[in-house]
T-cell receptor, first 115, second 112 residues
């Protein structure tokens, strides 16, 4: 199993541009999570899906952020327009089932730099 | 409010020395507890987890953690660390509503 695959690994963009981060969860996993990691705020849960349906997006910082999961094997996190304060490492994680006692499997992350 | 506190942001130790990384949580309900490790430029990997039963949990790479309900703690320990253990370690707490909270992380640096 290749694990959770995120692309790109690094993204540098100019302020105001649209950024799309991509994630392929582990095959057979029903839950998918998007996290953001910064020095100041640590690891924050942005949104999570169960069976492709968004369950909780209360962690999404602003309307500039949106996430979709059109099918069980693909999800995107979009920022439009991007701002320098969005610079962070964004992680996607998946889990076999959505229960509190099941761990998440993380991708390697996308390092986003907005200049 | 539900929260996770990792008491040390950085822990430097010498190789082969024992180490303890501290984690406390606040909750009035049952929780599930996890420790993850993050190596440079990598995602988080599960080290170990406590769901129920024995309060001493053994994980990968020789790490173990002890759940202490009265002190609401879940400290991570290793009796003898290696250079390769240098990484960031995250304590996480999951609640029955599927809300998982991560601590701020502890950077363990093992020196030769």
């Amino acid at each position: 199993d290749a694990g959770v695959i995120q692309s790109p690994r690094h993204e540098v963009t100019e302020m105001g541009q649209e950024v799309t981060l991509r994630c392929k969860p582990i095959s057979g996993h029903n839950s998918l999570f998007w996290y953001r990691q910064t020095m100041m705020r640590g690891l924050e849960l942005l949104i999570y899906f169960n069976n492709n349906v968004p369950i909780d997006d209360s962690g999404m910082p602003e309307d500039r952020f949106s996430a979709k999961m059109p099918n069980a094997s693909f999800s995107t996190l979009k920022i439009q327009p991007s701002e320098p304060r969005d610079s962070a490492v964004y992680f996607c994680a998946s889990s076999p089932i959505l229960t509190a006692n099941t761990e998440a499997f993380f991708g390697q992350g996308t390092r986003l730099t907005v200049v | 409010a539900q929260s996770v506190t990792q008491l040390d942001s950085q822990v430097p130790v010498f190789e082969e020395a024992p180490v303890e990384l501290r984690c406390n949580y606040s909750s009035s309900v049952s929780v599930y507890l996890f420790w993850y490790v993050q190596y440079p430029n990598q995602g988080l990997q599960l080290l170990l987890k406590y769901l129920s039963g024995s309060t001493l949990v053994k994980g990968i790479n020789g790490f173990e953690a002890e759940f202490n309900k009265s002190q609401t703690s879940f400290h991570l320990r290793k009796p003898s660390v290696h250079i390769s253990d240098t990484a960031e370690y995250f304590c996480a707490v999951a609640y029955n509503n599927n809300d998982m909270r991560f601590g701020a992380g502890t950077r363990l640096t093992v020196k030769p």
